[in-house]
């Protein structure tokens, strides 16, 4: 019996310090996420909410253009999802399906992409999206790049700012009026243009200036003034981390890159920047 007791008992003991040993790297393994193999999927599942932040719930849907479960075991926030084809390579049905969102009272989609040669390998999704909504941004999660899509609200703020020798712009919206970092705010724009005022190079600076005019973050993309009609432009601006509380204000600047110094547009007025409005980071 001593001598099995002396066997025994070492065992026991280096049984013990193994657990020691293992225990605190699975708590790091599960719990934190710097640690975890599942690091991707957790910080998908946080952009997402990120996103979103400020806008209603009820009016964001969040898009996969490949039916994986995985998402929904890491992702627990209030955003309901749909699945773009609802069925392998059906065109026809997507398009439903993000119609019958419109109808729902949809406002915004956001979308992570992954590739699904077996699933969606003509990017109907995307294709289907920007049928109904507008593309208003891309940013990356993890492995996936994210995009989201928005449809402009009606009514929106009438501005009729002209331009010295067009165009007008005629229409804005900023879309949520509350933000944080990483979330993103969406800028609406109508334009109307006259013919023969633009030459083609145009583009709009979105700028988000703090209370002290000093610039937090820019968005420029090519101005889609729709020829000689009327249109609507969507752009998003992700709120950079670090921004302190308050007031920020966001402006358009119209200028031309393709001519030397890229001169910016000056209103009838005189003024090379229109105040869109304020919005409030928390």
Known sequence: MPGHLSFVLPAIALAALVLVGICPALSRYYGQGSYSKTLGWRELAGSLDTLAA??????????????????????????????????????????????????????????????????DDNSIA???????????????????????????PEPMAALNVQYRGGPTLAE?????????????????LVWCQLPGSLTGSEKVSHQLLDAGGK?????????????????????????????????YRIIAVLYDPAQPGAPRRVTVEGSDAVNLGTVTME
């Open 215 to 247: 610039l937090a973050a820019q968005v420029d993309r090519p101005l889609d003034a729709g020829g000689n009609a009327t249109s609507v432009a969507s752009y998003g601006l992700i709120m950079p981390n670090g921004l302190s509380s308050g007031d």
């Open 172 to 188: 804005a919206a900023i879309q949520p009026k509350t933000a944080e970092p990483g979330s993103v705010v969406i800028v609406h």
């Open 54 to 119: 400020h806008m209603p719930a009820g009016k964001v849907r969040i898009a996969q253009n490949f039916p994986d479960p995985t998402l929904w075991y890491y992702y627990a926030g209030p955003l309901q999802h749909v699945v773009l084809p609802p069925a392998a390579h059906d065109r026809e049905s997507s398009a439903k399906e993000v119609a019958n969102m419109v109808k729902s009272g949809i406002d915004w989609v956001i979308i992570p992409l992954q590739p699904a040669p077996g699933w």
């Open 126 to 152: 995307q294709m289907t999206l920007a049928q109904q909504f507008s593309l208003v941004t891309e940013t990356q999660a993890g492995a996936w790049p994210v995009q989201v899509y928005a449809r402009h």
